[in-house]
Structures are given as structure tokens and as C-alpha cells.
């Protein structure tokens, strides 16, 4: 019984790191495509990665390949350039989810020739997630009640 265990759980992990490779062989034939100026096979590539990052968890390395590709496909293809840039930045923010210091890592260690990218995504990323953390902070609550006194105080004014 432990080697059936043992032979199914090693099958299911070939089968998740085929699909990865699988994946990360998408990603490079995209690159290839979109470098050789046929943006249409890297479109569509990068459309079934990202319908299969919608079912699977990706490394950190294939959510960073696939936002630095998406990122490229916006500047070729100017008509679907926000709908581009905000895929890279889901998979930029998927990827410091899955694991921040990884993350990191990765997009530090890229090119100069993408700091332009990351720098965008980071900033795209921070305008999402800022409005769940100033609801969060204390300072709404201190800004909320001195409304509040501002109008106590007016109305007090209001009856002397």
C-alpha cells in the first residue's frame, strides 16, 4: 500500500512539473514570437497561460515571465494596451502573493531594459492595495471624528 502511495503522489508531482515546463515552454516560444514581431502567437499564448493560472498555481519565475511578457505585448500592440497592463500587474501581484522575498528576487534580478516594467507594476500595485490599507488605518477613524466635531461644534455655534 505505501508504494502505490508513494508511485501515485510521485506521478502527481511529474504532472504538476510538466505542466510548469509546459508552461515556461509557452512563455519562451511567446517571447520568440513577439521578439520575430508576431504578436498575434504571443497573444495567444499568453491568453491560454493566463486561463491556466486562473485553475493553477504558478512559481513566482512564471508569474514574473508572464507580467514582464504582457508588460511587452502592451507596448506592441497600443490598442490593447491597458487591458495588457493590467494582466501583468494581476500576475505581478500573484507572484508577490505566492511569495514576496521570491518575488523580489526575481524582478530585481531582471534586465535594466525591464526596470521600466517593474517600476510601472509596482506602482499600479500599490494604487490597488492602498485603498483596502488606508480603510484599514486608524487615521480614517481620527479624520471621520473630527468631522464629526466640526459639526457638533458648528451646531453648538449655531444655538448660542
Known amino acids: 500500500m505505501a508504494i502505490a502511495t508513494l508511485v501515485v503522489s510521485v506521478a502527481l508531482a ?8 509546459r508552461v515556461d515552454d509557452d512563455l519562451a516560444t511567446a517571447e520568440v514570437a513577439l521578439d ?12 491560454e497561460i493566463l486561463q491556466k493560472a486562473d485553475r493553477e498555481v504558478f512559481p513566482v519565475s512564471t508569474l514574473g515571465k ?6 511587452r505585448l502592451s507596448e506592441e500592440v497600443p490598442d490593447d ?4 497592463i493590467t494582466q501583468a500587474t494581476q500576475c505581478y501581484l500573484k507572484a508577490f502573493a ?10 530585481s ?17 500599490q494604487a490597488i492595495t492602498a485603498p483596502a490599507q488606508l480603510l484599514d488605518s ?10 464629526l466635531n466640526l459639526e457638533h461644534d458648528h451646531g453648538h455655534g449655531e444655538e448660542q
Open 109 to 125: 534580478s531582471l534586465p535594466i531594459d525591464y526596470a521600466r516594467y517593474t517600476a510601472m507594476m509596482a506602482q499600479l500595485s
Open 14 to 21: 511529474s504532472c504538476q512539473g510538466d505542466g510548469t515546463a
Open 98 to 107: 505566492t511569495n514576496a522575498d521570491s518575488a523580489l528576487a526575481y524582478y
Open 66 to 71: 508572464t507580467s514582464i511578457l504582457l508588460m
Open 36 to 47: 520575430e514581431g508576431n504578436p498575434k502567437v504571443a497573444i495567444n499564448l499568453c491568453n
Open 138 to 147: 486608524a487615521e480614517t477613524d481620527s479624520i471621520d471624528s473630527s468631522l
Open 81 to 84: 494596451e491597458e487591458e495588457f
